[in-house]
Nanobody, 124 residues
Framework: QVQLVESGGGLVQAGGSLRLACVAS????????VGWFRQGPGKEREFVAS????????YYSGPVKGRFTISRDDAKNTVYLQMNSLKPEDTAVYYC?????????????????WGQGTPVTVSS
């Protein structure tokens, strides 16, 4: 089991940037894939980005591709989500999730461990 804690959310103006961090504990971090998801007001949780166990593969949803970057620092047991050119429609609670193994998922069901989320609000 992996325990996850997100941080870095907040209020930002449209066009601005934020960097979210997801710190993991409880399991060898270098053997897990990590994903970021978000859930906006009245919406279902949706995939944002994921990174495989080694950092060699990443996957992004269409709405964030080219604006967001996922990366990992295994020495710090941390995965980051750098969010640039933020838009009001990026407003949501952002969750990180982890799953042991070598697969790179993009569905909620692909990840078994979840953090509590960090809110991001983008004002117009």
């Amino acid at each position: 089991q992996v325990q996850l804690v997100e941080s870095g959310g907040g209020l930002v103006q449209a066009g601005g940037s934020l960097r979210l961090a997801c710190v993991a504990s409880g399991r060898m971090f270098s053997s897990v894939a990590v994903g970021w998801f978000r859930q906006g007001p009245g919406k279902e949780r949706e995939f944002v980005a994921s990174i495989n166990w080694s950092g060699s593969s990443t996957y992004y949803s269409g709405p964030v591709k080219g604006r967001f970057t996922i990366s990992r620092d295994d020495a710090k047991n941390t995965v980051y989500l750098q969010m640039n050119s933020l838009k009001p429609e990026d407003t949501a609670v952002y969750y990180c999730a982890a799953e042991p193994g070598y697969a790179l998922g993009n569905r909620v069901a692909d990840f078994g461990s979840w953090g509590q989320g960090t809110p991001v609000t983008v004002s117009s």
